[in-house]
């Protein structure tokens, strides 16, 4: 199966990344961290790939979709997963900066826009494919201090059941709570909380076959990965 992940450099989208690839997948990822993605270009060799790209830039992101299905030997993913997510400071509302606020925006909700209109025409065209976009309890539920970031998450709830309702029969597109586990995302909510949930290494070994087994039956339905959710 051929999938394109973007946020692979750290957190839940490397340990998907390394656990698809394990299991005999090909993958195609972005962050925007160069050194760690020069790494897993070392370490994984094509036919995966493994890109610098700032998914908030809709140019750099259509010229990224164009190498990975062009000169890449994708024709289109099968499995297009949106995890790259940046977390505000928590702080009440009214203490967040513009810019940060802005910031929050375009990764968790300009980004995903811009990745699908990348991709999923090329899924469209095929009829085939599944499209998940990594929501939150966040994005089902709201807290003190994390304003910004559930405003995205919600968001990206309607967003995904809105463009389930675009999409051909045969496709689906997928809002994933992906549940609580220990990333640097938690950590900066939470400090040392976040140490008493899983790692993320611990949670893709459920989490991936759980997205793999998604499919047009799931097409606008809100999912979460089960055992993770507390």
């Given amino acids: 199966m051929n999938l394109v992940i973007t946020g692979v450099t750290r957190g839940l989208g490397r340990a998907l990344a390394k656990w698809y690839m394990v299991h005999g997948h090909v993958v195609a990822g972005c ?17 995966h790939r493994f890109d610098p790209v700032d998914v908030t830039q809709a ?14 030997g994708m024709e289109a993913p099968d499995l297009l997963i949106n995890n790259a997510g940046v977390m505000n400071t928590p702080a009440p509302l009214w203490e967040v900066s513009a810019d940060e606020f802005s910031k929050v925006v375009a990764v968790n909700l300009i980004g995903v ?26 994005g089902r539920s ?8 559930c405003a995205t998450k919600w968001a990206i ?18 809002p994933l709570n992906p549940g609580v586990i220990d990333t640097d995302m938690l950590r900066q909510a939470w400090a040392d909380g976040a140490g008493a949930y899983p790692q993320a290494e611990v949670w893709a070994e459920t989490a991936a076959p759980f997205i793999l087994g998604l499919g047009p039956a799931d097409n606008g339905r809100s999912a979460t990965v089960g055992g993770f959710d507390e």
């Fill in 157 to 174: 709830e309607g967003l995904t059941k809105a463009l389930a309702e675009d999409l051909p029969e045969g496709m689906a597109a997928v």
């Fill in 31 to 47: 962050g925007r961290t160069g050194q760690a993605i020069f790494d897993l270009r070392f370490d994984h060799p094509e036919p």
């Fill in 142 to 149: 709201a807290s003190a201090g994390v304003a910004p970031y």
């Fill in 113 to 138: 826009n811009n990745v699908l209109r990348a991709f999923v025409p090329a899924m469209v065209a095929r009829r085939k494919g599944v499209i998940v976009n990594l929501s939150s309890g966040w």
């Fill in 59 to 72: 140019v750099k992101v259509n010229l990224w979709a164009e190498r990975v299905m062009g000169g890449g």
